[in-house]
């Protein structure tokens, strides 16, 4: 281009001297002459000035078409790269669709509008879902009708987390046959809200499996338990009987004799015990109104004797009375199991402090003792809550997930070598009110508390599996920690009616 302008301005001035030179040698010519030899002159000039901005003109064209090709030549790469990502990520959500369906467990999602969008056919089956177009989005309330997992749904969405939820899926069927014997499939189900819209994922797996290994394990559990029962008793009428009549040498073998066959009997009956409280947690309770300091006081008394042994002191700080809807004897049984454990770990000389107080929960309590957290559903209800704190090393971290589960021990972590500290005399802000052996308890009428007959614990880890079955039977939590001016920290919730 440049070369081409040098060009023109070269040819420029070649003409303008030619012009000059032509108009001496024609001064003297005629002036038709002149005339013609100007308008030649002109005529080459316009000519040649034409003939430049064409050049250039040309010059421009050639610049902007080469350009043009080479944004076109990008954009079309950009396009073909565009093309294959898109491909790979479709095969992408091929293999993921065909890993999903070949899932042995359910899986399903949903819209914005809790629309059914995608399922595997595990997740068909059970939710018992037929003959359902995907191309065709449904609401999940119309094809499962199903209120647990639309507000599992709901609350993953709400808490913008994974949520998981147990519960009995009953489908509902036209067939009249399924009416008279309906399917019941126990789901566990997770949901976990997906990236990118309002979108909800869930998981579900079948419990049945589950359910039917623990019911044959109980049930192999309470026969067991039933076969022992009989022999037990028999060996320890001997050993009672043989115990009366034999001389100190001998009389050592049948005292122990003795306590091994009450602490085994003890054990039999823990496991029938628990097996009755959890084939009854579908009956209804036979609740009375109950006095719980009353009940407290009474728990005590009967544990007093092993208390005094090692010098420990209750200290109860609540109200004088206090009443609450609930089962007497299994209340009684829940107090008593979790003050034994207290003295068997709390230190000699050492008090057990117990709190009894009302709080205002602002969620409400279902059947499971878990939180809904629809607004639509809460309401305020008043628990009692009793918290009861020993004098021991309290539980090592390793053992808090495990203490109300059946035969889990954890004696060795609860009795290493304690760390030094001391009670204050105003943990929760309130005045003491001690109960000390015979004399705060004689102050009131001994007739109004119905003692009842106490066997030591057999040891085997049972109380406090038997504790969380009674406290979920009465629709309350039970929790365990550690306190943090040391011991164990069992707090219980019940509801008050």
């Not at 440049?2 to 303008?16: A, D, K, R, V």
């Amino acid at each position: 281009m440049e070369f081409l302008f040098g060009l023109g301005i070269g040819s420029l001035g070649l003409l303008i001297y030619r012009m000059r030179l032509l108009k001496t040698l024609q001064r003297a010519n005629n002036s038709v002459s002149q005339n013609c030899l100007g308008s030649q002159f002109q005529t080459k000039a316009i000519e040649d000035r034409e003939g430049f901005h064409k050049d250039l003109n040309r010059s421009r064209s050639s610049d902007t078409t080469t350009r043009s090709v080479s944004v076109t030549s990008q954009l079309l790469r950009s396009l073909e790269l565009l093309r294959q990502r898109n491909l790979f990520l479709e095969e992408q959500v091929l293999n993921w669709k065909a890993i999903v369906s070949t899932l042995p467990v359910g899986y399903f999602q949903v819209d914005e509008d809790n629309q059914l969008i995608w399922s595997n056919s595990p997740a068909l089956e059970l939710l018992d879902i037929q003959d359902y177009d995907m191309d065709k989005p449904r609401l999940l309330l119309e094809v499962v009708r199903s209120y647990d997992l639309d507000s599992l749904i709901d609350e993953a969405r709400s808490r913008n987390r994974v949520c998981q939820r147990e519960w009995n899926h009953y489908p509902v069927s036209v067939n009249v046959a399924h009416v008279t014997s309906p399917t019941v499939h126990p789901l566990r189900a997770y949901a976990l809200p997906l990236q990118g819209g309002n979108q909800v994922g869930v998981i579900l797996e079948s419990r049945a499996e589950a359910q039917t290994l623990s019911q044959q394990r109980d049930r192999w559990t309470s026969d067991v338990a039933h076969e022992l029962k009989t022999p037990l008793t028999s060996i320890r009428l001997v050993a009672e009987t043989l115990q009366s009549r034999l001389e100190p040498p001998l009389r050592t073998w049948v005292d122990r004799l003795l306590v091994e066959s009450i602490r085994l009997s003890t054990l039999v009956q823990e496991i029938l015990d628990l097996s009755h409280l959890e084939t009854a947690g579908t009956r209804p309770l036979k609740a009375t109104v109950i006095d719980l300091p009353e009940l407290i006081r009474s728990a005590w008394l009967t544990l007093e004797p092993i208390a005094s042994a090692k010098l420990i002191t209750l200290t109860y700080k609540g109200p004088d009375a206090l009443r609450l809807q609930g089962e007497d004897a299994r209340l009684h049984r829940v107090l008593v199991n979790l003050l034994d454990n207290s003295i068997k770990y709390t230190l000699p000389e050492r008090p057990i402090l117990l709190q009894l107080s009302l709080i205002q929960d602002s969620a409400m309590i279902n059947g499971n003792g878990s939180t809904e957290l629809d607004a639509k559903l809460r309401t305020t209800a008043t628990l009692i809550q009793i918290d009861l704190i020993d004098g021991g090393v309290g539980f090592s971290e390793e053992d808090l997930p495990f203490v109300f589960e059946r035969f889990y021990r954890a004696d060795l972590s609860r009795s290493r070598s304690p760390e030094t500290y001391v009670y204050g005399q105003e943990v929760y802000g309130q005045e003491k009110k001690s109960i000390i052996a015979n004399e705060s308890l004689s102050s009131r009428p001994q007739t109004q508390i119905p003692i009842q007959p106490f066997q030591p614990s057999s040891g085997s880890g049972l109380g406090l599996a038997i504790v969380r079955q009674i406290v979920e039977l009465h629709k309350g939590t039970i929790t365990a920690r550690n306190h943090p001016e040391g011991g164990a920290w069992i707090q219980i919730r019940l509801p008050q009616k």
